[in-house]
Nanobody
Framework: QVQLVESGGGLVQAGGSLRLSCAAS????????MGWYRQAPGKQRELVAA???????HYADSVKGRFIIARDNAKNTVYLQMNSLKPEDTAVYYC???????????WGRGTQVTVSS
């Protein structure tokens, strides 16, 4: 079973930056779509950014131009660089590894991001 561990969350002022990391327990990027999701209190979990094994990145409209998803295959780690943070970006951020062709996936436990105004 694939283990995903997120890190890098914290408290930051509006306009600041954070970089989240998601370390996978094994080399999976060639077969899995990697995604970052977030869930704010009282809201549903939503996709923030995704990176397919062979394609380009996909971003939610709310983060386009501010967030960048990238991966380091050698480190089995996917990153989410978050710039120009806004209070509405406050949420728990989760990493997901999904094998689309087979319909299964794994979640990390999440990391809290809090943006103060």
């Amino acid at each position: 079973q694939v283990q995903l561990v997120e890190s890098g969350g914290g408290l930051v002022q509006a306009g600041g930056s954070l970089r989240l990391s998601c370390a996978a327990s094994e080399s999976i990027f060639s077969m899995y779509t990697m995604g970052w999701y977030r869930q704010a209190p009282g809201k549903q979990r939503e996709l923030v950014a995704a990176l397919t094994s062979g394609g380009g990145p996909h971003y939610a409209d709310s983060v386009k131009g501010r967030f960048i998803i990238a991966r380091d295959n050698a480190k089995n780690t996917v990153y989410l660089q978050m710039n120009s943070l806004k209070p509405e970006d406050t949420a728990v951020y989760y990493c997901k590894a999904e094998r689309l062709a087979y319909g299964y996936y794994y979640w990390g436990r999440g990391t809290q991001v809090t943006v103060s105004s």
